[in-house]
C-alpha cells in the first residue's frame, strides 16, 4: 500500500473530532502510567515543588511525572482560575519560558474554558503591554520575579484580574491578585469537584477559540492569530497519521507512546505548541524539558530523546558544534571530513556498491555514531520547521544517521502544511502537504515559469481546517491575508513562493516580500543563497542583499571560532578584536573562497558579487532576529546602511570596496 493511501485508511484512538482538553483527558487515560513529563532540578524555584504538588528533582538531573500525575494537576490549575473567575472565552496571557508549568498551566486555562494568548519572554515593557492590552487579557501567567515586575510595570494600561507568579517569588505580599502557581493549586484543590470539571469541557465546542498566537512580526506591529480548538486538532490528527504508528510502517520510527522528546523552543510559538506539545500529548510521548538552548548538548545525554523538533538555525549550530569537536586535532578533522565525505556520497548513491559499503560502515564507527551517542544515542529523526534548511546540511545530518524531516507552515495554519514523509522523504524539499490541507498556486506573482524539478513556481494558497479565520480585532489585515476563487472558495496567501513539483512534493523559494528583484528586472530569491553558507565552516550567517540594484551582495558575520582554526593551521596570527578580524584581507579572501564556492551552484545574476564582513551575530537579543530565529532584514539594512552604501557606491572602485574601510562596525 503507497503511503498516502495508508495515512487515508488510518484509523486510531488519538484521531477524534475533540476540544484539545478532550484530547489531553482522553490521552491520560489511556496512557496513565506512562511518563508525561520530565522536569530538571537546581534550575528553578518551582512553586509547585515548594507547595509539595510535585517533588524536587536532583540537581542537574531530572524527575518525571505520569500522565495520571499531571492531569490531577491540570485538573486542579484548571478549577484555581475557575475559583478566581476566568469563564469560556476569557482570555489569560502567558509570559514564560518553555517548561513543564507552561504546558500545564496551557491544559488548565483551555479546560477551564479560557483562550490562552502568547508573550515572548523577550518582549520589552511596550511590547508586552500591547500583547496583554490587544486580546484584552483578564489574567496573566508569569515565570518568575523579573517578568512580573515588567508585567506590575504596565498594569496601568492593562485590565488584570490577577497575576499568577510559576516560581517562588519574593515581595508583593501586600497584593491579593497576585499569587504562585502552587498557591493556585491549593486553591484548585479546595474547589475541584469533578462533575463540575467535566461540565466546563462539555460547554467547549472544537470550534471555539483556543488561543491568539501572535505573530513575531518580521515587519509591523504583531498580529494576533485567532485559532480553535478544531484548528489544531485537525493538524494534531494528520500530522499523526503521517508520523504516528501505522501498521503499514514496519521499522520506520513513529511518534507514539514509547517516543520522548526534548523541548527547547518557545512554547509562545506554533511551532513547538503544536509539534512539541500538543502532538505529543496527544501521542502519548515523555515531553522533556531543556533548561536552555545552551545546555542541549547536557540535556540530549540525560533526556535521550528518540526525536527532536527545531528550527535551522539550531541545526546549523548543533552541526558546527559537532564539526568543531571533531576537529580537535588535524588528524581528527581529517577523519571527519573523510567520513562526511563518505557518508553524502553514500547516502545519495541509488545503489552503493561493495567498497562504499564499507567505507560507510567505517565512517559509522568512527564518526557517526559518536555523533548519535553524543546526542544521546537514541535519536530516530528530526523535524525541521520555521524556516529554511539548507538541503546540504539536512544530507549531512542523513549521512550521519540522524535524517531531518523537514516541514513547512504558518501560525495561521496551525502550523503544519506539509512535510517529509519518515518513509519517502526528499531532501530539499518542504514535503508532501497533509491529507486534509488543499492548496494552488497563484503564478501571478513570479509570472509563468518552471522551478528545477520542471514544476509550477507560484505563491502558495492553501484552505483546510487548521488555517484560522483571521486576525483578532483586524479585519482589514484578514481581508488581505485571503483570497476568494471563481467558486467562491477562501483561500489563505501564505505569501511564500514555492514550487509544486510533478511528484506533489512542494519545494519552498522564497517569502514572496522578500524576493529581490534586481534594477535589470531579475528576480532573485536571497534565501538558496544564504542557506548555501549553512555548513561553511568560515561563514555563521549570510544576509543578501540587491534590491532595486544591478548586481547581488551581502553582509557576512564570519564564524570567529572557525576562523581562528583556519588561521592556526595556516600559521596565520589575526587580532583579538572581532572588528579587526573582520577588516583582516586574509580573511575577506578566505570568506570569498566561500562565496566563490557558493556562486557556482546559482545563475550569473544570482551570484554574489560584493560582500561586507560584519562583527555583529544577527541575534533576538540585538533586534535582528524574530524570536523564531527569522531574519529582520529591514532592521539589518538600517544597521548596516553604511556598509551597503560602500558596496553599492558607484564612485569607489573595487580595491576600495575591499579596503578594511569599515567605519559602521566600529
Known sequence: MDWRDAEAAFDDPVIERTTLPRMFEASASRNASR??????????????????????APDGDYAGLTYDEMRGIVRRLAAGFRDLGIESGDRVGVLSHTRMEWAQTDFAVLA??????????????????????DPGADAVVVENEALLERVLAVEDELDLRFIVVVDEYDGHDDREDVLTLGELYRRGEEAYDEAAYESWLDERDPEDLASLIYTSGTTGQ???????HWNFRSNVNESYRRFGPRPDKGDTPVIGPDAVTLSFLPLAHVFERMAGHFMMFAAGATVAYAESPDTLREDFQLVRPTVGTSVPRVYEKLYDAIRAQASESPAKKRVFEWAVGVGQAYHTTDAPGYLLTAKHRLADRLVFGQVRDALGGNLDFFISGGGSLSAELCALYHAMGLPIYEGYGLTETSPVISVNPPEAPKIGTIGYPLRNVETKL??????DQLGEAGGEVGELLVRGPSVTEGYWNDPEETEAAFVEDDEGRRWFRTGDVVERRPDGYIAFRERAKQILVLSTGKNVAPGPIEDAFASSPVVEQCMVLGDGRKFVSALIVPSFDGLREW????GIDLPDDPKAVCRDDRVYERIETEVDAANENFE???RIKQFRVVPEEFSEGNDLMTPTMKKKRRNIL?????????????????EERRSRERDATQ
Open 112 to 133: 477551564a474554558g479560557g483562550v490562552v494568548t502568547t508573550v515572548y519572554t523577550s518582549s520589552s515593557e511596550r511590547q508586552t503591554q500591547y500583547l496583554l492590552s
Open 638 to 654: 538600517d544597521r548596516y546602511a553604511d556598509e551597503v552604501s560602500l558596496i553599492y557606491d558607484e564612485d569607489r572602485g573595487t
Open 35 to 56: 511518563v508525561a513529563q520530565r522536569y530538571k532540578g537546581g534550575i528553578y524555584r518551582r512553586s509547585l515543588v515548594a507547595e509539595g504538588v510535585v517533588p524536587a
Open 442 to 447: 497563484d503564478t501571478t506573482v513570479v509570472g
Open 222 to 228: 504583531p498580529k494576533g492569530v485567532r485559532l480553535t
Open 567 to 570: 588561521a592556526a593551521e595556516e
Open 604 to 606: 550569473s545574476y544570482e
